[in-house]
T-cell receptor, first 114, second 113 residues
Framework: DTGVSQNPRHKITKRGQNVTFRCDPISEHNRLYWYRQTLGQGPEFLTYFQNEAQLEKSRLLSDRFSAERPKGSFSTLEIQRTEQGDSAMYLC????????????FGSGTRLTVV | AQSVTQPDIHITVSEGASLELRCNYSYGATPYLFWYVQSPGQGLQLLLKYFSGDTLVQGIKGFEAEFKRSQSSFNLRKPSVHWSDAAEYFCAVAPSNDYKLSFGAGTTVTVRA
């Protein structure tokens, strides 16, 4: 068990460019979550998957954001036409189909939009 | 509205002193409760969790937390802090009918020698 892996760790992009992040959850976990964390704040829920199905999206997730989890394994989060306000840490977490085992978080991808 | 409140933004404590971090939640029923720690630039590490049963739960790194239903609180404690405990601490809850975690704004702990 190598934990939840996120790539890249850091991404600097120019405003208006598209970026894509990847999350590899713990293999036996069927739930996968994306969170966004800005400086000095707690993580905010963006979306989650159960297997390959995206079950809920936060209102924070504008039309420029899209997430996928093909085959119910890894997930990608894409941001199109990035804005400076998108600068944040993007965290991925996974767990089994119950909170009782806890939620395992990755180290996050820090996005800086310049 | 459902919410998680951590009243203390920043706490400074001397090494070897005790530490208590407060967390209050507002949910209709007893949710699943968690405490996470985050070091600068890192992800979140689970310290402990509560679902049911004994209201005093033990976690890693010498931390414990007590669930008090009457106060809707889940405060985190450590009897004697170490310099390595300096970090940001987040309380999080997941309603029993919805597995999305909601986080408090966090408490930054500074440990002075």
């Amino acid at each position: 068990d190598t934990g939840v892996s996120q790539n890249p760790r850091h991404k600097i992009t120019k405003r208006g460019q598209n970026v894509t992040f990847r999350c590899d959850p713990i293999s036996e976990h069927n739930r996968l979550y994306w969170y966004r964390q800005t400086l000095g704040q707690g993580p905010e829920f963006l979306t989650y998957f159960q297997n390959e199905a995206q079950l809920e999206k936060s209102r924070l997730l504008s039309d420029r954001f899209s997430a996928e989890r093909p085959k119910g394994s890894f997930s990608t989060l894409e941001i199109q036409r990035t804005e400076q306000g998108d600068s944040a840490m993007y965290l991925c977490a996974s767990n089994e189909n119950s909170p009782e085992g806890g939620y395992t978080f990755g180290s996050g991808t820090r996005l800086t939009v310049v | 509205a459902q919410s998680v409140t951590q009243p203390d933004i920043h706490i400074t404590v001397s090494e070897g002193a005790s530490l208590e971090l407060r967390c209050n939640y507002s949910y209709g029923a007893t949710p699943y409760l968690f405490w996470y720690v985050q070091s600068p630039g890192q992800g979140l590490q689970l310290l402990l969790k509560y679902f049911s049963g004994d209201t005093l739960v033990q976690g890693i790194k010498g931390f414990e937390a007590e669930f008090k239903r009457s106060q809707s609180s889940f405060n985190l404690r450590k009897p004697s802090v170490h310099w390595s405990d300096a970090a940001e601490y987040f309380c999080a809850v997941a309603p029993s009918n919805d597995y999305k975690l909601s986080f408090g704004a966090g408490t930054t702990v500074t440990v002075r020698a």
